[in-house]
């Protein structure tokens, strides 16, 4: 028995298709990505070594600064609003009984599995100017001018209430299962000892919610950085560089200016800052509990 | 008496406002779609009001059997559900044989190989697409099946690991040593004894590779050339092209593929729920 469960030829054979998929997918593509990056290859022809000269580029670039800004505004964006909300959503839903509570997730959770192409095209339909459903309501309300909402200075507005709208179902049922989880006992102590529902939200709710925050909160900062689809149909970066995020950066860079290796060059660093935020935001978040257990 | 009567009446406020509060949020959420049907209904001209929806005076069914046929819909939703499909089951067999090997089998390198496993989770997925598209060419890949497959597979592998293997760590060990002594071989004794003891992750791994390679179009749409493998969200991808001027029959086209994952959350909706919640936690 030990002997099989040690016998090396059954392991290979079993890790072999998760290590070959993960080197073929995953780790040669990022070593060649490394390779190009020092290249000034145009994605076709022939590609010249060229030193470090597309990772200097890319220090310089407004552009790149400015994608990284519009990451930090949109995770901002997401714990500033989007996860209140959330949280909020969920303590109240916990406390409703019967039917109207699952009505109430199932719908909360729709935007969230249809496709984000969809989303993306159906966002521009409500933000266009001339027959679109935001501009439409604020007439219904007496506003009378017409907003241009993915123009200069409001764009990334419009990208953050686009993400905000469709993920705040997925947040909002994360909090809602981790609200699931406190132990009734403790409301029921609470209010035996006179503590009214806006009390028992900050003394038991929030506090035994923590580890659950940090991870939404790890998972929304990470999404931030990640942010692709969405922005690539409604604005794809524009106008100008405005909404520009790293991975819609990389691939204009590619596929529309031609610049492969300059291209890759973001890729890498793209790679970098993500493994980075994961390992940051980890250990921060880490040394609390082993903190709480010693005091 | 009165203080008692004076909360009671407080705390029925307090309801009414929670429960304006959720029905407020769920208007939010789920209006842009009420509003998407409602226009995918009306005819092209009725579509410049300025009021918030439309009562189109007569309903265009013909929108949809537009959007039906010139949006390939059969066709890419086939592929979809096909390589969706097939990526959920070569991500579950793949997971569950790595986290066996990992969880049970004594080896030195065990930890090494799971980390590496798990390092797919941190490494965005947008960035490996440049390199990928020259590999894919090189192989002579690109616009088959594979092209889509096997980043599908690898970028959803890392949270099918993490979860088959930390569900397989609670499962007792007496029955596959029961199999093993009985002469069963390690690959039977996987798939007839610890597979079926993990349903409910086998579930949650489903759903979380589903939900994720459902909405999938950037990879698709830079390896792609052809009709034959495209997926659903290229029914909307290629439409606002074609139909540029036509926007009844675009708001169709976006109900059209909004709608078979609509009708299987709705229907699933409990195991979805469960499956979400049990996969964001622990991933």
């Not at chain 1, 699952?102 to 984000?116: A, D, E, M």
């Not at chain 2, 007792?172 to 992750?201: F, H, Q, V, W």
Request: proline share 4%.
């Amino acid at each position: 028995m030990k002997q099989l469960y040690s016998n090396k030829w059954i392991i290979l054979s079993l890790v072999a298709p998760g290590i070959l998929t993960f080197v073929a997918a995953i780790l040669a593509p990022i070593c060649l990505s490394v390779y190009y990056s020092l290249t000034d290859f145009s994605g076709m022809g022939s590609a010249d070594f060229i030193g470090l000269e597309n990772y200097i580029a890319l220090v310089q670039d407004g552009a790149f600064w400015t994608a990284l800004l519009n990451s930090i505004f949109l995770a901002v964006g997401f714990i500033v609003i989007q996860h209140p909300l959330a949280i909020i959503t969920a303590a109240i839903l916990d406390k409703l009984q019967g039917r109207a509570e699952g009505v109430f997730r199932c719908i909360y959770f729709i935007p969230n599995v249809i496709s984000v192409a969809i989303i993306a095209y159906l966002w521009k339909f409500i933000y266009n100017p001339s027959f679109g459903l935001l501009n439409n309501i604020l007439h219904f309300f007496g506003y009378q001018e017409d907003v241009n909402w993915l123009g200069s200075g409001n764009a990334i507005w419009s990208v953050l209430i686009v993400l905000i709208w469709h993920g705040f179902g997925w947040g909002m049922l994360i909090y809602y299962t981790g609200i699931k989880n406190i132990d009734p006992v403790l409301y029921e102590a609470a209010s035996i000892d006179g503590a009214n529902a806006r009390v028992s939200f900050f003394r038991i709710t929030l506090p035994l919610m923590k580890p659950v925050i940090q991870v939404n909160v790890t998972l929304a900062i990470i999404a931030a950085l990640k942010q692709m689809e969405t922005v690539y149909l409604l604005t794809n970066g524009g106008p100008g560089n405005e909404t520009q995020f790293l991975a819609n950066y990389l691939y204009k860079q590619a596929f529309s200016s031609f610049k492969y290796g300059y291209g890759n060059a973001i890729s890498v660093v793209f790679i970098i800052i993500c493994l980075t935020a994961t390992v940051l935001l980890n250990k921060a978040f880490q040394e609390k509990p082993i903190k709480k257990e010693v005091s | 008496m009165d203080i008692a009567g004076k909360s009671h009446n407080f705390s029925k406020i307090g309801k009414a406002v929670k429960m304006l509060c959720l029905i407020a949020i769920a208007v939010v959420q789920i209006f842009p779609l009420v509003w998407l049907f409602d226009f995918s209904l009306a005819s092209s001209n009725e579509l410049f009001t300025k009021g918030l929806l439309i009562i189109p005076k007569e309903i265009m069914w013909d929108n949809y059997a537009k959007a039906f046929i010139d949006g390939h819909f059969l066709l890419y939703l086939k592929n979809s559900l096909l390589i969706n499909g097939l990526a959920v089951i070569l991500v579950l067999i793949i997971s569950i044989m790595a986290s066996f090997a990992i969880t049970r089998m004594t080896w030195k390198l065990s930890p090494l190989v799971r980390n590496l496993l798990l390092l797919g989770m941190m490494i965005p997925i947008h960035a490996t697409i440049l390199p990928n598209f020259q590999i894919y060419n090189k192989l002579g890949i690109t616009d088959s099946i594979f092209a889509l497959l096997i980043p599908y597979v690898a970028f959803s592998l890392p949270q099918g690991v993490f979860l088959t293997s930390s569900f397989m760590e609670s499962i007792p060990r007496e029955l596959e040593e029961a199999a093993l002594i009985d002469g069963c071989n390690i690959y039977r004794m996987i798939a007839i004894i610890i597979t079926p003891m993990m349903k409910a992750s086998i579930a949650t791994v489903s759903i979380m590779t589903f939900l994720n390679n459902w909405n999938e179009f950037m990879m698709a749409m830079t390896f792609l050339s052809s009709k034959t493998w495209k997926t659903l969200p290229f029914s909307v991808l290629e439409f606002t092209g074609e139909y540029s001027s036509n926007y009844a029959v675009q708001f169709a086209v976006m109900g059209l593929t909004a709608l078979p994952a609509i009708i299987i959350y709705i229907l699933l909706n409990k195991h979805i729920t469960k499956g979400v919640a049990a996969g964001a936690i622990k991933g």
